[in-house]
């Protein structure tokens, strides 16, 4: 076997494609001024939350934030709340911070990074209070189901990081998907589903409707909310 091919086949499953639109003048200016306030490199080491953040709140973290809409109107509403957000498509990251900006909002991180490897090498033990994934790339093709983010190590890591007593609150709009995320994370001994066994909830008012979710409304689709909690 030759080094390429070597290379290819250690190459990690992702659970995304990037998918790169073009970013607007004014997200470049966000990035150019305002990634030192907002964003985060990481390096080899895991991240020191209270010394980024400037206290011990709770952290909150969302994988996956899209355009940030949803994260912007967390941090805003629950300013004595720390929020992490890992996105990998740089017009989502742009259009956040400039939100962030906008609203003076100083408790929310940026991460563009993969979120297998933040939470595989640079998140510490019981540093999260609660993790959002909402709306995740449902992969719905059975060859592509490899490529989901919910499996098994990804309970295994969320387990590593949460407190006791975090959260782990996933939305999809996937009936398949959500009847695999239930059965991974029930499947799993460190988390209770708050809901009752084998049972989804009702969306929360905390979790802020998209619009995308509004034309799902529209269009007659179903929305499926899960919440997990971390055992001691």
């Known amino acids: 076997m030759n080094e390429q091919s ?29 990634w030192p306030r907002y964003g985060l490199d990481l390096d080899t080491g895991p991240l020191d939350l209270p010394a980024i953040f400037g206290n011990r709140n709770p952290v909150t ?32 990251v742009g259009h956040l911070m400039i939100k962030l900006a906008q609203q003076e909002s100083s408790n929310v991180r940026i991460l563009q990074v993969d979120a297998m490897e933040l939470l595989r090498h640079h998140l510490p033990m019981a540093s999260l ?3 959002l994934l909402y709306f ?6 059975k060859r592509h189901h490899k490529r989901r983010i919910v499996q098994t190590e990804f309970a295994d890591l969320l387990y590593r990081v949460l407190v006791p007593g975090g959260i782990l ?12 995320m239930l059965g991974v994370l029930s499947a799993h001994s460190g988390f209770t589903n708050q809901a009752g066994s084998g049972q989804f909830a009702p969306r929360p008012d905390s979790r802020p409707l998209t619009k995308f979710e509004q034309r799902g409304q529209r269009l007659g689709h179903g929305v499926w909310d899960l919440f997990f909690e971390r055992l001691p």
């Open 129 to 131: 209070a609660r993790v």
């Open 6 to 34: 070597q290379q290819k086949q250690h190459r990690p499953i992702r659970s995304y494609v990037l998918r790169q639109g073009r970013v607007t003048e004014a997200q470049q200016r966000a990035f150019d001024t305002l």
């Open 61 to 92: 973290l969302e994988i996956g934030f899209g355009n940030g809409k949803t994260l912007a109107q967390l941090a805003q509403q629950n300013p004595n709340q720390n929020f992490l957000g890992v996105e990998v498509h740089s017009p989502g």
């Open 169 to 180: 609150h996933m939305a999809t709009d996937w009936e398949a998907y959500a009847d695999h």
């Open 136 to 141: 995740p790339d449902p992969w719905p093709k």
